[in-house]
């Protein structure tokens, strides 16, 4: 197969070289409702043509490989007193897997403990082009599914205005679940 990225013959769908050269994590942080740190990984404008492939076929192959460089190199650096659940923002599987699912997975470290199926939207309304109004008035409706850890990390692939982060927030919190960061590839507003 070819490299997506420089068209090189490659054993991956994106060769080592252009992982090395073009996929080094850079984070960058901002807060939902006031205080909850929401860190990303890559600038938008360096990864938009990958986060299209969400719902295609290759996009497992190509989240696998955001994953393991983003949100695995963090786990294995992170280092927190408690262990602490990991959820995935509606990780149910669509195109055949679930993005959410494949960057949460990458997050299992002695102190992180992925959990799917925990956090699942009621109402399917597409967010993408929408103004804050808009997703305000059309709210994703998490039903939650209990767990034991009280501490959590939310996990989503895109933060762009920070609704769906902090309605997921507000439902933990109402379960007496506390976040105490949440990690996304990239920032919409980080182009």
Same mark, same amino acid.
């Given at each position: 197969? $070819?490299?997506? *990225?420089?068209?090189?013959?490659?054993? #991956?769908?994106?060769?080592?070289?252009?992982? /090395?050269? =073009? +996929?080094?994590?850079?984070?960058?942080? $901002?807060?939902? *409702?006031?205080?909850?740190?929401?860190? #990303?990984?890559?600038?938008?404008?360096?990864? /938009?043509? =990958? +986060?299209?492939?969400?719902?295609?076929?290759?996009?497992?192959?190509?989240?696998?490989?955001?994953?393991?460089?983003?949100?695995?190199?963090?786990?294995?650096?992170?280092?927190?007193?408690?262990?602490?659940?990991?959820?995935?923002?509606?990780?149910?599987?669509?195109?055949?897997?679930?993005?959410?699912?494949?960057?949460?997975?990458?997050?299992?470290?002695?102190?992180?403990?992925?959990?799917?199926?925990?956090?699942?939207?009621?109402?399917?309304?597409?967010?993408?082009?929408?103004?804050?109004?808009?997703?305000?008035?059309?709210?994703?409706?998490?039903?939650?599914?209990?767990?034991?850890?009280?501490?959590?990390?939310?996990?989503?692939?895109?933060?762009?205005?920070?609704?769906?982060?902090?309605?997921?927030?507000?439902?933990?919190?109402?379960?007496?679940?506390?976040?105490?960061?949440?990690?996304?590839?990239?920032?919409?507003?980080?182009?």
């Amino acid at each position: 197969m $070819r490299c997506m *990225m420089c068209e090189r013959f490659s054993l #991956s769908h994106i060769c080592s070289a252009c992982q /090395e050269s =073009l +996929l080094t994590p850079v984070l960058h942080k $901002r807060t939902v *409702m006031g205080s909850v740190p929401v860190y #990303s990984f890559f600038p938008y404008h360096e990864i /938009e043509p =990958l +986060l299209l492939t969400k719902h295609t076929d290759v996009g497992y192959y190509i989240y696998s490989i955001l994953a393991k460089r983003s949100l695995g190199a963090f786990a294995t650096q992170w280092e927190y007193k408690n262990t602490v659940a990991s959820i995935g923002i509606d990780d149910h599987a669509t195109s055949g897997y679930s993005h959410t699912a494949v960057l949460n997975r990458a997050l299992k470290s002695h102190n992180i403990l992925p959990h799917y199926g925990k956090l699942r939207a009621t109402q399917h309304y597409k967010y993408a082009g929408k103004s804050v109004e808009e997703r305000l008035m059309n709210p994703r409706q998490f039903a939650y599914t209990p767990f034991a850890e009280h501490e959590v990390i939310l996990v989503d692939d895109i933060v762009t205005t920070g609704t769906t982060l902090s309605e997921a927030t507000e439902v933990l919190h109402a379960n007496g679940k506390k976040v105490i960061l949440c990690l996304t590839l990239t920032d919409a507003q980080n182009r």
